[in-house]
């Protein structure tokens, strides 16, 4: 069997035909099958889609833009991290779905049937215990919690994570790519059947909770909250904050999040912006009137990551590759901490490789500032 199983590739060239280029020199290895890629939305994305599908013509191509790209050397920007997988250890399938607003139970069962028959036809190994799935989603959409809970109906019990585009923190407007082309409000679902041990996760830092606040007006829709406490939202979480509004910021949400206790559980609900029109909030995931949203302190923002990491490694053995959805907001706490070399060591230990996402997905929910991924191992699944 030839010894690659996945290949990492990395290319900060700014021309899309350049990156193209370098990405296939470094991918360009036998039985590469798929390529999954991430990129900076700086990139003009027609001219890259068109030299993409042109440059890896024979192989099929996924991906989505990012708000930071993830490879083994620590974070990067305004890049393209792809990684290519080997027919020999993997089977995979990708669907693209085109708007995510009208995808129901019915597209959900269609969806899986056609991935497993697609992975199935490749005749490598049983699907059952041997796969996962992984979403792409448009991350300025506010269908995610919709679309994931829907797909999460008929995914018969296999793991599923994934991660919601973004575009260098402009939010303005996010893709996912599928063939040659770039899409909005769209989704990808891919299904990657495997001879290799893996184990989809997530982890997150949250430490205590202080004080709460009551979601007193607000519109789902659009994920935006009107009052906390029946004031002002923006000026509601400056106070609790001691701060003044104009100093809001998208790093002081990712100090100071907000999160809902659902199951014994908090779950970090991201503030996205303010608008100032009326100070209300905008948020990644889903609030609606009535909600409690918590202040919360965080802990250390590796130790929950690394625990996880070295407590799998003890199971499964050295990883091939730990492929991650990793919140920006996690990002933007570890830049202004100055703590990058940590993520660098860790990154490189692990084989870790992906995005900075404006949300993560796990089997079904939407969460926000968590680091979520598949741990897959060196060694064959027994």
């Given at each position: ?67 930071g790209e993830v490879t083994q050397q620590g974070y990067e920007q305004h890049s393209i991290v792809a990684i290519g997988f080997s027919s020999e250890y993997f089977a995979i399938s990708a669907k693209l779905i085109e708007t ?202 590796f130790d929950p990551v690394t625990d996880r990491l070295d407590e799998i490694s003890q199971r499964y053995g050295k990883p091939e590759l730990v492929l991650t959805c990793d919140c920006f907001l996690r990002r933007l706490e ?49």
């Amino acid at each position: 069997m030839s010894t690659i199983k996945t290949i990492t590739a990395v290319s900060n060239a700014t021309d899309p035909f350049l990156a193209s280029q370098e990405l296939y020199q470094q991918l360009n290895q036998d039985n590469i099958c798929f390529v999954l890629f991430y990129c900076s939305s700086t990139y003009a994305l027609d001219a890259l889609a068109q030299t993409m599908e042109e440059t890896f013509k024979e192989t099929k191509i996924v991906g989505c833009t990012t708000a930071g790209e993830v490879t083994q050397q620590g974070y990067e920007q305004h890049s393209i991290v792809a990684i290519g997988f080997s027919s020999e250890y993997f089977a995979i399938s990708a669907k693209l779905i085109e708007t995510m607003e009208k995808f129901d139970t019915i597209n959900a069962q269609s969806t899986i049937n056609e991935l497993v028959e697609e992975c199935q036809s490749k005749d490598l190994t049983t699907i059952k215990n041997n796969s996962f799935l992984l979403t792409l989603l448009d991350g300025l959409s506010s269908n995610e919690e919709q679309f994931l809970v829907t797909l999460n109906s008929a995914t018969r019990g296999i793991p599923h994570f994934g991660g919601s585009a973004g575009d260098d923190i402009n939010l303005a407007k996010t893709h996912v790519y599928y063939q040659g082309s770039f899409y909005q409000n769209a989704a990808i679902v891919i299904m990657i059947n495997t001879t290799l041990s893996f184990e989809v996760f997530n982890c997150h830092h949250i430490a205590l909770p202080t004080e709460k606040l009551v979601v007193t007006a607000a519109d789902a829709d659009s994920r935006t909250v009107y009052e906390l406490n029946a004031e002002p939202a923006a000026l509601e979480y400056a106070k609790l904050l001691n701060m003044e509004l104009k100093d809001l910021s998208p790093e002081v949400f990712s100090l100071n999040p907000l999160a809902v206790k659902v199951g014994g559980h908090y779950y970090i609900r991201s503030i996205q912006k303010v608008n100032e029109a009326d100070l209300s909030l905008t948020f990644y995931c889903a609030v609606d009137v009535g909600i409690v949203l918590t202040a919360v302190e965080m802990g250390d923002i590796f130790d929950p990551v690394t625990d996880r990491l070295d407590e799998i490694s003890q199971r499964y053995g050295k990883p091939e590759l730990v492929l991650t959805c990793d919140c920006f907001l996690r990002r933007l706490e570890i830049e202004q901490k100055g703590l990058e070399k940590q993520v660098q060591r860790l990154n490189a230990k692990y084989n870790i490789a992906g995005f900075n996402t404006y949300g993560e997905h796990i089997n079904g929910t939407h969460l926000n500032q968590t680091f979520t991924g598949v741990y897959i191992a060196g060694g064959i699944n027994e």
